[in-house]
């Protein structure tokens, strides 16, 4: 460990402390160790499993620090995928959606941001036009174009315009998360495809709005309950994708995602008069 880290990771807890108190500076330290001892287990254990998007086998994923509690077999070491770009990968090959399983002749994707884990996949249907988009211009760096910087509550885009939206752990950091669904709606074609995922605090019976970004967590603005926030997509018809829908129970084990990961496949609702 560098002197630049030691610093680094001592203010990093003085910061966690001064914030949110002892309780999250303490998480930050727990989490520091299991992953040290998890980085000795991948070199001296045999590997258990797997990482779908990278390839890289080892003992275990490493650690998640949440800011009050710690998620054990989160990060690929190789490629910092977590159980979403995992599940979302495997959705990719073994259920492809219509835009990437059918005709795929000028067939438009946008992609929020966007993330390498799985762009391989995307990008070898070749035919796609695939666009990435993202409020921040630093996260757009490592993409190639067409990409643009845009709002999510203010899509500057025209109604119905996209066949397939990708927009993975981006809600629970927007001022307004059904404002921002309603604009995904609004862009979609009527056969076009939304795949969208959130985090989801697993032990909370509703959704808790924290009135700003916890620095502590990610820059989350709301922690939601997986009990209410499908109440957010009726807008669409939509289907739940779970693990065990695509995976079988060895599989699950082997490449660690939890029942906290699902998939929502959302079509436009059909209005019949
Ligand atoms: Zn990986």
Known sequence: MSLLKIK?????LYWRY??????SMWTAIKTYFLNAIRKIQNRVL????????????????RY????????PQVECPQCCGHERHRLF??????????????????????????????????????????????????ALQQ???????????????????????????VLEHVKDDRKAISELERVLSAEGELLLMVPFMMDQKETIEYGAPRSDI?????????????????????KEIKPENLLSTREIHKYKIPDSQVLYLCKKRVVHN
């Not at 998640?64 to 998620?71: E, K, N, T």
């Not at 399983?101 to 994707?109: A, E, V």
């Not at 989350?220 to 939509?238: A, E, N, Q």
């Open 218 to 238: 990610f820059d989350h603005v709301r922690g939601y309950s997986p009990l209410d926030f499908k109440k957010r997509l009726t807008m669409f018809d939509y």
């Open 18 to 23: 001064t914030h949110y108190g002892f309780h």
């Open 46 to 61: 045999p590997p258990r499993v797997e990482c779908p998007c990278c390839g890289w086998k080892g003992y275990g994923f």
């Open 143 to 169: 993409v190639g174009n067409p990409r643009f910087v845009a709002d999510i509550h203010h899509l500057p885009i025209k109604n119905g315009s996209f066949d397939g939206i990708v927009c993975l752990h």
């Open 89 to 138: 990968t495997l959705f990719l090959q073994r259920t492809p959606p219509s835009f990437l399983s059918g005709n795929l002749q000028n067939k438009k994707i946008l992609h929020f941001a966007p993330e390498h884990h799985f762009r391989k996949i995307l990008n070898k249907s070749g035919n796609l036009f695939l666009f990435s988009t993202d409020y921040a211009p630093s």
């Open 8 to 12: 680094n990771f001592f203010y990093t």
């Open 64 to 71: 998640l620090d949440c800011g009050w509690f710690i998620v």
